[in-house]
């Protein structure tokens, strides 16, 4: 049987490759288009500044994301496993989708011509948020049993 969370852990291994490949790509082709060295300094701090908010921001939004999927009403004659599938997919796709802009912004100073030491913190960054906003099995239970109780009563 395949696992309720299969498409979830799925993005997040996506993410996780994207995130190696941006990596590798620099490494191995380093293609950069230099840029002033105050416009740099602008765009690594405004990047390190939106990373540092982007963080904690994804937490929330997971949050409000997973109360939402718990009280949102299910549609009439709504397969329930399916619908709680689709709505955590929707969840964890969000969080991976705010680390990958993270991972972007390393790519993205880097090709402007920053070293490998920004890319490297804003990647791991985004690496960390990927570690934390993982699909967890927990999360996906406790809207399912939420639905349940709702139908039992």
């Not at 799925?10 to 002033?36: E, G, R």
């Not at 009280?71 to 990958?100: D, F, I, Q």
């Not at 960390?128 to 139908?151: A, C, H, M, T, W």
């Amino acid at each position: 049987m395949k696992s309720p969370i299969f498409l979830p852990w799925f993005i997040t291994s996506f993410v996780v490759a994207m995130l190696s490949l941006s990596i590798a790509f620099a490494h191995f082709y380093h293609w950069q288009n230099l840029l002033a060295e105050d416009a740099r300094l602008f765009w690594r701090t405004l990047f390190y500044i939106l990373s540092i908010l982007i963080l904690p921001l994804t937490n929330l939004l997971r949050h409000v994301f997973i109360r939402l999927n718990q009280t949102m009403p299910l549609l009439k004659n709504a397969n329930l496993e399916r619908v709680v599938k689709m709505r955590y997919t929707l969840t964890v796709g969000v969080s991976m989708l705010m680390m990958l802009v993270i991972g972007c912004f390393g790519a993205t100073i880097f090709y402007v011509g920053d070293g490998f030491r920004t890319l490297y913190i804003l990647t791991w960054i985004a690496g960390l948020g990927v570690f934390l906003y993982r699909p967890k099995f927990n999360e996906y239970q406790q809207i399912l049993d939420s639905f349940r109780e709702i139908e039992n009563d």
